[in-house]
């Protein structure tokens, strides 16, 4: 069991890593709108006069904005993914890092595998009832909202993209991705996943992918960054690590009544960076896609 079970709609709505605010362009829209939060110094907004802060979660609208300016101008150059390679992507959810990839690099396959029951019911679904949600949550409503919903919605499905229904964890399953790629990947990568795994979870993903006979495995990771003094990292305690050597780990993790433990005394997340968990393995910092291998 992983420590963050994303077979349940919570983790992708409000988990605090996907926890977006409307773009800056459509924050001064609705600012020349007239709405303004009822109380904004809760807002957070002072320099935007009041506007209600909306947040969304992981949603297409965001998370491809991110895809196309970072991930596929970065990846292609620090990972060698040129025209003919198969990149196998685990974890990419909807389709939407590898969407973005294929119009960055025609000619490359790029086949997404997501084997969690949430995400394959979801992917023909749209978002829209779950942003409507969102924006009248932050108090913005009528025609506002509308204006808002229509550019952050197109009200197409999630996944534009086949997202293939398998886990790599046999060899059946590794062989109907292998055909899905056109042979065995030259690139497999996992796309975010590690953070939510405890150290065994990624040692066995790993080793699937392995199985698989590609020119490089690789993991899109969050790095570990020491939070600021006194702050702690709240529950669930995810798996943070460094993404290579052995630097001084102190965080603190703070349950529900606000008691503290150290992000050490963790059972299942031992090793203290990525690198010296997978030692074979590329190691990509999501903020840099430069990969440490």
């Known amino acids: ?131 409507q949600s969102q924006i009248a949550a932050a108090g913005v409503t009528g025609a506002t909202a509308a204006m808002v919903v229509a550019e952050i919605d197109d009200g197409l499905p999630r996944a534009r993209r086949t997202v293939v229904d398998e886990d790599a964890a046999n060899q059946g399953s590794r062989n109907r991705i292998r055909n899905e790629l056109g042979g065995a990947p030259t690139h497999s990568l996992t796309m975010g996943m590690f953070n939510f795994l405890f150290d065994s979870e990624a040692v066995d993903i790993s080793a699937r992918l392995h199985d698989m006979n590609p020119g490089m495995v690789g993991h899109i990771i969050n790095p570990f960054n020491k939070p600021a003094h006194g702050k702690a990292e709240p529950e669930p305690a995810l798996n943070w690590k460094h993404i290579s050597g052995g630097q001084a780990r102190d965080t603190m993790i703070a349950d529900r009544d606000s008691n503290t433990r150290p992000l050490d005394a963790e059972p299942g997340i031992e090793a203290r960076s990525w690198k010296a968990l997978l030692p074979d393995d590329w190691i990509v910092p999501h903020t840099s896609y430069s990969a440490h291998f």
């Open 1 to 131: 069991m992983p420590i963050v079970d994303f077979n349940t709609a919570e983790p992708w709505a409000g988990h605090r890593i996907w926890r977006w605010q409307i773009t800056r362009r459509i924050r001064q829209k609705i600012a020349e709108s007239g709405v303004r939060s009822p109380d904004p110094q809760k807002s957070g907004l002072a320099d935007w006069n009041g506007v209600p802060a909306i947040h969304v979660g992981f949603h297409r609208y965001m998370v491809m904005r991110d895809n196309r300016v970072h991930r596929a101008t970065k990846l292609p150059k620090n990972l060698n993914i040129a025209a003919g390679d198969r990149v196998l992507l685990m974890g990419d959810v909807y389709g939407w890092t590898a969407e973005a990839l294929a119009e960055a690099v025609p000619g490359a396959t790029f086949v997404s595998v997501d084997a969690t029951p949430l995400t394959q019911a979801r992917a023909s679904q749209t978002e829209t009832a779950y942003l």
